[in-house]
């Protein structure tokens, strides 16, 4: 892989996003210490630098760094230089400037990393921005994805929930087309985005129809701050049409739906106990393979070589 | 020691508690630089979740880590998923999932530890729960004490202070009691659990009587939040009756009574500046002592062997 | 250098300044990739303990620590003990205890960092202390201004600002005059000390004479809430008085000075945004000495010999 960024799976070509779930595999077994750590990315240091809090996002970087042997700077923008009214380019130009060589980036708004990686010789991967892009997210989706199925080509993947507001959506739906599969939209249509059908996707609003045909369910979070605008009428409402509960997996009968969530999970709202307890969810190889694919992007963007990772 | 966890002293048998004092004292070498930094836990790593903050005990934790050359994880519970609402085992369950193999816990509930460990593959180390235990904070305790008397067994050790919200008080009495000493607590009627003497200790009102029988005090915190809550009457009277004093260690006159405190000192309150500050009082000893009995610990919990530390 | 602390410049020989310079310059080259990173503070631990928040000088500490392979402990006063009410010396003390032997302070209140070192057997780094000095801060201003000058001596550098309440002003008039420099200190009368002449430094309250005769200048950050104590009649005047613009620039016609900042900037107060990006501007050349010269810093307290860095 060539690049210098990992901006959004917009821009990735298929081949492009192969090689990173190609590199993950082997950096799956550094987590789970069948092989051991190696120093790929000693002396080279990561900074995380996030205007949105999300400690989950953020440790998954930070440990996929460490695993590599890289040092991390955690910048905490609640408390830095932001504060004082500081711009961001020179806020990330300070942070070049010190010796960082990749930077991690989330921010509530679309285009930022973009416009960062612009401004500045460092190594820039979005770890999400506004409704855009998060495309760490949809590495991980695809990873499990076909760590279940051996193959994305062909498979009918539904993405589920407010899809107007996910970047998790966007980054999914390019990554999935790419790689092949067929991909439906679910959600209640105030959720869903008038153009979206125009990316090449189905939509949907009703949820049965969408399980009778998915073999992947993408089962979205549900924000409280949407419920508050006015684009949801209630959690409980929601539950009834779009939660994925017992009842709905048992309507499946025989067929196995693999069922992922970005976390953390609303239990009771958008998917229930039982389900998230089941054996068809993968919420927790989802993280694993979250700090894999990280891992991957950061030897990749680093200069590690696509022809088979030698650690 | 063939522990996974170490959730209490309660449950530990006497010649584990002595494994752990007995791995701590190569440890504190290292701290003090005697001898070298070593790579024992590299590969490893140590997250510490505190949903309660302590720098202090959390920076102990972290450096005991470090020195054994692990990776550390800090994660914020402030800013993290648990604001979103996400469950205490969803949480743990990420943190497992990313490839942690030792949480370190804090939480204000009693229980919260084990309820954990019930739950995780990780190795779980309690650092508080609740009024429950702190249990490295009682091996520091010992440590101390044996550090200075090269024995627990039969030395007369006091409890003074807040017994009834203190988990240090708890841990240490199952502690000086698993390993011979005799135990008293001593503090205002209204901070003694009625049901304290059936675990086989003396209960005192008169600090002059329990300094006068005791070769070891162990001081506890007073805490502002407790005394809004009705249980003491206001600091100045908590400091005539229960304050060690230059003047209360005067009239013990030659007997040199050791001095412990969890820390952060109240001066003043509790403890005056003229005894914080004597010879007698460990305080900053009992510090280093528990970064070295965490080292231990995270030493054999990570399957280091019990005949003696091959470091 | 026989050094155990860094307080301030005012007590440091011109040759010891020297040599904090001669040592940063590999020091850069580690951080420019040129040189490999070293382990020569592996072992040693660094603490970071600042009471004011400070994102930018911190990172710059704990990079600085890191590059040599030291560990770092970043204490967060906000969440800490501090706010239990614990003593600063208590502090400082837990902190030795746990083993840490360089400890990097920031305080509001001048001289803090010195009654730290008196109670103590860590070194200790001001990162700052009230209006004192931040002497890490005037020696990555020398290292920058050398960097372009080969020399200090005989230069002209004015500093151009809120002269009262900036300890980054009295660092580098101590650092600068030791050096053998000329200099002059230039803002609104309300913002110059009276008794600051007597250091041996030119007051000036002209900018456009003082950018005539300088070399060098040094522009302060102009800070909002000086403004509300009525120190400045509004941001607006005070860059239409002492504003280094780009029509400033241009009278100067041929003549390039050079301009440091400490950062983060206000762009459009005292500096405009077409002189912060002019190749005069050392900003982020500032950024990367700073991390040099905490290296050289570190390096050298902890033990480095003088006669050339053996890295």
Not at 69 to 83: G, I, K, P, Y
Not at 139 to 148: A, C, F, N, R
Not at 239 to 250: A, F, H, S
């Amino acid at each position: 892989m060539k690049r210098k960024h990992l901006l959004g799976l917009q821009e990735l070509s298929a081949e492009e996003i192969n090689t990173i779930l190609d590199t993950a595999r082997p950096m799956r077994d550094i987590i789970m210490r069948d092989i051991k750590k190696v120093p790929t990315l000693r002396g080279k240091t990561v900074a995380t630098l996030f205007y949105e809090p999300s400690t989950r996002t953020r440790s998954s970087f930070e440990l996929a760094a460490k695993f590599l042997s890289a040092d991390t700077l955690s910048l905490n923008v609640a408390v830095s230089s932001v504060q004082k009214g500081e711009s961001l380019i020179d806020t990330v130009r300070t942070i070049e400037a010190m010796g960082v060589e990749i930077l991690v980036v989330r921010h509530q708004q679309s285009g930022v990393p973009q416009f960062i990686a612009a401004h500045t010789k460092m190594s820039v991967i979005n770890a999400g921005d506004g409704f855009h892009e998060h495309p760490t997210q949809a590495l991980l989706d695809l990873y499990t994805i076909k760590q279940k199925f051996y193959k994305i080509k062909d498979l009918r993947v539904a993405i589920i929930g407010d899809i107007f507001h996910s970047r998790v959506a966007r980054s999914n739906i390019w990554g999935l087309l790419k790689l092949g599969a067929e991909v439906t939209v679910c959600g209640p249509p105030s959720l869903i985005p008038v153009e979206i059908s125009k990316l090449g996707v189905r939509v949907e609003t009703n949820l049965d129809r969408t399980l009778a045909w998915a073999d992947v369910i993408n089962v979205l979070r549900i924000q409280k701050e949407r419920q508050d605008k006015g684009y949801l009428t209630g959690f409980d409402e929601y539950r009834d049409w779009y939660g994925i509960t017992r009842e709905k997996l048992n309507q499946l009968q025989n067929k196995k739906i693999l069922i992922l969530h970005p976390g953390p999970i609303n239990r009771g709202v958008e998917i229930d106990d039982y389900v998230a307890e089941s054996p068809q969810a993968m919420v927790n190889e989802q993280v694993t393979n979250g700090v894999a694919v990280r891992m991957a992007v950061l030897y990749l963007l680093a200069g590690g070589s696509d022809n088979g990772v030698t650690i």
